[in-house]
Each structure stands twice: as structure tokens, then as C-alpha cells.
């Protein structure tokens, strides 16, 4: 039976003249192993990331003038998070055409976030290989103006995952959460959050649970990271010694 792949093109905003690069990036690893033949996502996902990056660096380099680097390297970590393309994959029911192995099937793999942002990059590797840049430069950018758009709450709650994409990026230890203070009655209590990165306080949070601490500390360190750098101050010249 031939997979219908139209509702997922009318989502994804691209019909495809190869049928098989659609079908090539929906297809897991062991849904191809149990058919001892077939191309899976994980090449597509590859070249999808390089087409992702690139076309978010345009998008924001063109959209935040005047910006620092450190802004823009900020918010294209958070657009580029896998957290922020499983939730779009989610929200275009990316789970529902995925072709799965039995052992993910019951693994839960169509729900997964790590899986569907995968899946995500590898529709963006696609796309570029059956209709060119400008192509996937229009689904990218359709993905990207979903994501700036989403209400602050739902971006913030990305902030633990960004931040740990981030530092794992950079080869360090995985960040460290610690509950620093507890203040308000029971039914209204406040937890103070700092996370530390390499040893050192990187961000502090408040929030009404210990988790909505952590992801407002995560936000401030990722904040900090975006911060341009202030170079020391010159010591003052004594006029007595010109």
C-alpha cells in the first residue's frame, strides 16, 4: 500500500517531485533493518542541520540589525534547538507518518523529541535535494517565523534543553541545578535555582517549583552567554608621572 505523504506536504508547505527523498527522511533505522533494504533519515538529518544552520543565520543576521554577534548566536542556538524542532514536528503530527521498526514502535518512538527533531532536519535535507536552496530556504523560514511566534512560556521552557545543547556543543560537563533558597508559605512557595557550568555560577532563577527555578536560571545562563564581553577598565594615568 502506497504511504500517503500529502497531509504531510500540505503541512510542511513542499510537494515532492521525489517521492522516495520523502519517504528516505521518515523512515528510522529500524523500520529499514526489519526490511533488510532501504535508505534511512540519519544522512538526510546530516545535511538538513548544514541547511538549517545557514538558512537561520541569514534569517537573523537580515531580522535583528544592528545586533551583536553574541545576541544572534543566542537565538540561533535556541531556533536550531532540538527542543524548539520537536515541538514544531509535533505541532505539523510529524509522529503520525514516521515509518518505525516494531522495537521503536513500542519504544514510544513516535512521541520522542529527540527522534521527530531528527526527522525535522532530515525533511529539511530533503526538501533542498529535490527542489534546491531557495525551496528549503521557504520551508526552514516557514518553521523559523512558527518558532519566534510561540508565546514566551513555551520558549522559556525550552531553556534547560538549550542550555545543555550548548555546553555539550562545547565539550563541558552537563550543567549542575541547585535549590539555593525556599521562601512563602506551602501553598506559595518560592525555590531560588542556580546552575553551574564548569564549577561556576552561570545563572540564578526563581520560580513557584524547583523544575520552573531551574529553567529560569538555565534562561539567565544562556542569557549571560549571549552577553558581549566587558574588558577591564584602564587604570587612570597619573598626571605626575607625564
Known sequence: MALDLAPLEARLGHHFADRALAEEAITHSSYANELGKGAHYERLEFLG???????TADFLFARLRERPEGELSRSKSELVSASALAA????????ETLRLGVGEERAGGRAKGSLVSDVVEALFGAVYLDAGFAAAQEVVTRYLEWAIARPAEARAADAKTSLQELVQARGWELPVYSVIDESGPDHDKRFAVEVRLRGEVAGVGVGRTKKAGEQTAAAAALAAFAAPAVPPASPERDPASS
Open 88 to 95: 514544531w514536528g509535533e505541532s505539523i503530527a510529524l509522529g
Open 49 to 55: 542541520d548544514a541547511v538549517l544552520g545557514l538558512v
